[in-house]
């Protein structure tokens, strides 16, 4: 079973950036890909961005396009969230995943998904 570990969370201000960082250990991670994830409390788990195993299909919720980007380095088994220009409205917990089919290509939802990380805390001060 593949272990994935976020890291990068943080306190920024409105308009700040952060660099989350998911790092796979165990077997290889998923060849369908990996997305990022994220939830307050009493609501489900939203998309934010997925990444195929090569990179050629990225997937951006409506939300964060232009101001997210996902990216990947297979060598260091490590999936990249690069968040720019944050909102009052992005706080939340993130959390990776790996896809469990290609299913989320035509529209990524948490059950497309697999092996949950434990979270990283990302909160903005306005």
């Known amino acids: 079973q593949v272990q994935l570990v976020e890291s990068g969370g943080g306190l920024v201000q409105a308009g700040g950036s952060l660099r989350l960082s998911c790092a796979a250990s165990?077997?290889?991670?998923?060849?369908?890909?990996m997305g990022w994830f994220r939830q307050t409390p009493g609501k489900d788990r939203e998309f934010v961005a997925a990444i195929s195993w090569g990179a050629s299909r990225i997937y951006y919720a409506d939300s964060v396009k232009g101001r997210f980007t996902i990216s990947r380095d297979n060598a260091k088994s490590t999936v990249y969230l690069q968040m720019n220009s944050l909102k009052p409205e992005d706080p939340a917990v993130y959390y990776c995943a790996e896809g469990a089919s290609t299913a989320y290509y035509a529209s990524p939802t948490a059950r497309d998904f697999r092996s949950w990380g434990q979270g990283t805390q990302v909160t903005v001060s306005s």
């Open positions: 165990g077997r290889t991670v998923s060849s369908y890909g």
